[in-house]
């Protein structure tokens, strides 16, 4: 599975954008699909799960700000993100794993990953 992120850019502070993660090559009908994001410095942390069931799960951090979202297995997946500050600057990644009934947010638990793109909040 072959993941290519998009959608990222330069947004003021309280603004929204979308990203897009499409598939390539042959797309397994179970999965986990999530969006991870890594700062500078930081670890990469988990945002926000979805799987082949359509069952989500959100970090809670994230005070409902961002939403997963994929019509079917052959959409791509989304990332839409709201009230965007400075501390959401980061490259956001999405990533593919197995199946689970309620996916992980930790990065171990994926074994495909886009190369990335990334969002800068600022004004």
């Known amino acids: 599975v072959r993941l290519v992120e998009s959608g990222g850019g330069l947004v003021q502070p309280g603004g929204s954008l979308r990203l897009s993660c499409i598939t390539s090559?042959?797309?397994?009908?179970?999965?986990?699909m999530a969006w991870f994001r890594q700062a500078p410095g930081k670890e990469r942390e988990g945002l926000a799960a979805?799987?082949?069931?359509?069952?989500?799960r959100y970090a809670g951090s994230l005070k409902g700000r961002f939403t997963i979202s994929k019509d079917n297995n052959r959409n791509p997946l989304y990332l839409q993100m709201v009230d965007l500050q400075p501390d959401d600057s980061a490259t956001y990644y999405c990533?593919?794993?197995?199946?689970?009934?309620?996916?992980?947010?930790?990065?171990?638990?994926?074994?495909?990953w886009g190369q990335g793109t990334e969002v800068t909040v600022s004004s």
């Open positions: 979805i799987n082949s069931k359509y069952d989500r």
């Open positions: 090559v042959y797309f397994p009908r179970n999965y986990c």
């Open positions: 990533a593919h794993g197995p199946y689970e009934r309620t996916c992980g947010l930790t990065p171990a638990e994926y074994n495909n």
